[in-house]
């Protein structure tokens, strides 16, 4: 069964602080991995898809980076604002679904 | 915005009870997906519906059902609701019913049953 896993499940961080979110998956036939932000009671708004091995992708403060079963998102000085929770999603081939991590909540200190 | 909407934002039912979300998809977007969302816990999938046809289906029984119309709208249908269908209801809309589409999620539903 295909399983996607994060961690941490919570982190906590100064402004300024850089860190990292690990999303570990367990996916036959990997097609595409998706990182999602969701701020509370609100949808979630996508941020990157990565498709391959070794692909990296950057926007702002955020760079998402995939292997061959993980992926990370680097957070660079990260601001108040970057504080919400951070969702890994895995689509498989063949299949219509997305499969979720159950997320990181993120909070950003002045 | 993604340009996905969803009515109404909070709903209140008692159980057995049934109740009818409704989801309007960007458009030019022919497949919306529904996702169910407990506290805590990341997105379910429910099930996909492409071109007014259901595309596949998640881990729900059928009382969980759905219908996608020719003008990018949708509805979520949940009847005999029990405590535990308590959860926030995602749409997402996407050009294609390829998994690797990026899927762009509404504001959710927010479903409480008594």
């Known amino acids: 069964e295909d399983q996607v896993t994060q961690s941490p499940e919570a982190l906590r961080l100064q402004e300024g602080e850089s860190s990292s979110l690990n999303c570990s998956y367990t996916?036959?036939?990997?097609?595409?991995l998706f990182w999602y932000r969701q701020d509370p009671g609100k949808g979630p708004e996508f941020l990157f898809t990565?498709?391959?091995a070794g692909e990296e992708k950057e926007k702002e403060r955020l760079k998402a980076t995939l292997t061959k079963k993980e992926s990370f998102l680097h957070i660079t000085a990260p601001k108040p604002e970057d504080s919400a929770t951070y969702l890994c999603?895995?689509?498989?081939?063949?299949?219509?679904?997305?499969?979720f991590g159950k997320g990181t909540k993120l909070t950003v200190n002045p | 915005e993604t340009g996905v909407t969803q009515s109404p934002t909070h709903l209140i039912k008692t159980r057995g009870q049934q109740v009818t979300l409704r989801c309007s998809s960007q458009?030019?977007?022919?497949?919306v997906s529904w996702y169910q969302q407990a506290l805590g816990q990341g997105p379910q999938f429910i099930f996909q519906?492409?071109?007014?046809?259901?595309?596949g289906r998640g881990n729900f029984p059928p009382r969980f059902s759905g219908l996608q119309f020719p003008n990018y709208s949708s509805e979520l249908n949940v009847n005999a609701l029990e405590l535990d269908d308590s959860a926030l209801y995602l749409c997402?809309?996407?050009?294609?019913?390829?998994?690797?589409?990026?899927?762009?999620f509404g504001p959710g539903t927010r479903l409480t049953v008594l």
């Open positions: 997402a809309s996407s050009l294609d019913s390829v998994s690797t589409d990026t899927q762009y």
């Open positions: 996916v036959s036939g990997l097609r595409g």
């Open positions: 990565l498709y391959s």
């Open positions: 999603a895995c689509a498989r081939g063949g299949s219509e679904k997305l499969v």
């Open positions: 458009s030019g977007h022919n497949t």
């Open positions: 519906y492409y071109r007014e046809e259901e595309n």
